[in-house]
């Protein structure tokens, strides 16, 4: 994506934000930390609902540094990423250009640079909190992906009590913090928004996909910024409580990630 004068602030913000983590971004899933282990767990999920699908084109949107490429391509995909930021884009083709069935683009989903029903399998991780309306995003998952083809989307789950905590109690005090010290606003200052899977589901359900499988991942009982400095409880905990991820206890998961079918 170019910039234009049409880019909202929330999105310059998002876009600049990935733009300084491109080179760094991978270290994220590496060590023992409570960020690693929902950055790793949430992968592991995405992999599980994928094993009913077999081979084709895919598309990741926000494929970032390109941490699913070697995965997918090991799967028997031809793997396409494509993310709104140009430095991510650029690290991909470093690291993954000599790949003759990866390929990637900068671009917004909002409007996908593919023709209609083009992929078996479209990706959308770690995506939907950024947008400010992603009915039109959803819309273009549903145009790019073939029928009966599958869309996998994560979400931020608005029921966890982490999320709760975060969205009420943190915020509250770091609002307080910030104008109290004058702190210039940082990456937590990106709006990242939260959903409900009754809602989302009435939302692919209005674009013809249909929900075929649900499941929860990250479940922290720690708050922030408790989960920092307690990682190796917080993770302890979160593994222990995986069991619940496809369960009507999945609610308490900090994420959601949905399959849907193409109609």
Known sequence: MTTSDSTSGQERSVIDAFDRKARTYSGGYAGNSSVAHSFNIRLQRVYELLE????????????????????????????????????????CRRDFGHLHRAHFLTGRIEALPFPDAHF????????????????????????????????????????????????????????????????????????????????????????HLEVTAVVAYNFKLLVFPFDRLFPGVTVALSRALERWARSPMRWLGTGLILKADRK
Not at 59 to 74: A, F, N, Y
Not at 131 to 145: C, F, G, Q, T
Not at 169 to 181: E, G, I, K, P, T
């Open 120 to 207: 078996d399998v479209v990706l959308c991780i770690g995506v939907m909190e950024y947008l400010e309306n992603d009915r039109v995003a959803v819309s273009e998952l549903a145009r790019v992906v073939k029928p009966g083809g599958s869309v996998i989307v994560s979400l931020p789950n608005q029921y966890s009590p982490y999320r709760a905590w975060d969205r009420t109690v943190y915020r509250a005090v770091r609002s307080l913090v910030q104008r109290v010290v004058r702190r210039p606003a940082g990456d937590r200052d990106i709006e990242h928004r939260e959903f409900s899977e009754r809602r989302y589901r009435r939302l692919l359900a209005s674009a």
């Open 52 to 91: 009913s699908c077999h081979g084709g084109r895919v598309l990741d949107i926000g494929c970032g540094p390109g941490i699913t490429v070697r995965h997918l391509i090991e799967r028997g995909f031809e793997c396409y990423g494509v993310d709104i930021s140009n430095e991510m884009i650029a690290q």
